[in-house]
């Protein structure tokens, strides 16, 4: 059957895809984006699918809390990347529970899914990535040790998830989703890029898979990873005047010393060449979709000069910020 999603409280009808139920297996690229305004909720949302790989895209505003009721039949495997808000997922078929908060992510195989979606803020964004069975293990038994263990079970039948707890959405995942979403391409074009994408996607969540196992020094703590979040996640909130050392530490509660070593523990990055590519990857989306100028970005993101802000997007990407615009 068709993707079904469901309100709890009445049962009525929220959302369907009829395209769910033919395998997305299509040698072309298929695409369809839309606005929907329903009694829940004004929402956005995409998807591209291909040769028994799709993408799918989705935010919302909520106009309060809700559960929906979720149900498809087919047999995928799902990445899951929660980019905004916090949902729980429970999955009745599986007899799972995954809570995931905003910026986490994670891998599931389950052969057709029943349950909830709790959507506990009003604001969600969720990016996901599904391969149907054959394409996963075509793709994946030939990669590091995690997913070939992984496709082991898939192979088996048996319904799983990757880690536990879900896994933080390090920049380069958080880079490869948005160039996704701002794919400048067409046609045949599109549908090869889309797929290197896919690829990539699933290689960058093996390696964070990975890097997650590796002991801590710093970040040892749940409290200690949740404070680090809080600074990334403030140092984001703040791009074009980032506080310094100090003051990060002082808003996110910790010492300077555990701020800097949590900090590369935890996102493989300091703390400022986090934010300065995280200010270059944002320019570079809003240059691809002629937002804005480079000299309105050099301005917003806080560069003392356009030449300063041109000579670090060159430097990062290997050509200027007007080219993207041309």
């Not at 369809?32 to 790989?53: C, N, S, T």
């Not at 009721?69 to 808000?85: K, P």
Request: hydrophobic share 40%.
């Amino acid at each position: 059957m068709p993707l079904q999603v469901r309100h709890q409280g009445d049962q009525s009808l929220i959302h369907r895809n009829d395209y769910v139920a033919d395998d997305f297996h299509t040698p072309d690229l298929v695409e369809q984006a839309r606005e929907l305004d329903l009694p829940v909720g004004k929402g956005y949302m995409a998807h591209w699918y291909f040769e028994g790989i799709r993408m799918a895209y989705s935010r919302w505003h909520y106009r309060e809390p809700f559960t929906a009721e979720w149900r498809a039949d087919l047999e995928v495997v799902h990445l899951h990347f929660n980019l905004r808000g916090r949902v729980l997922i429970e999955n009745r078929r599986a007899n799972t529970v995954v809570h995931l908060a905003g910026y986490r992510h994670n891998l599931f195989y389950y052969p057709g899914f029943e349950g909830t979606m709790r959507n506990e803020e009003l604001e969600s964004e969720t990016f996901i990535l599904q391969f149907t069975k054959p394409a996963f293990l075509a793709l994946a038994q030939q990669a590091n040790e995690p997913l070939r263990r992984f496709c082991a079970a898939v192979l088996e039948g048996e319904q799983l998830q990757l880690s536990a707890p879900s896994l933080h959405l390090n920049l380069a995942l958080h880079t490869a989703i948005r160039e996704v979403l701002n794919c400048r391409f067409a046609g045949p074009l599109k549908k090869l890029f889309l797929y290197s994408k896919a690829l990539e996607i699933l290689v960058l969540q093996a390696d964070a898979f990975e890097q997650a196992q590796a002991p801590r020094r710093y970040a040892r703590t749940d409290y200690d990873q949740e404070r680090l979040l809080f600074a990334r996640d403030y140092l984001i909130q703040h791009l074009a005047l980032p506080p310094s050392l100090p003051e990060l530490a002082r808003v996110a509660g910790l010492n300077e010393f555990k701020l800097k070593k949590g900090f590369k523990e935890l996102f493989g990055q300091t703390v400022f060449g986090y934010l300065s590519d995280y200010r270059l990857a944002d320019a570079k989306a809003q240059l691809q979709n002629r937002q804005k100028t480079a000299s309105e970005l050099a301005f917003e993101l806080g560069y003392s000069s356009v030449q300063h802000f041109s000579a670090a997007f060159k430097k990062k990407f290997g050509l200027s910020p007007t080219s993207l615009r041309q």
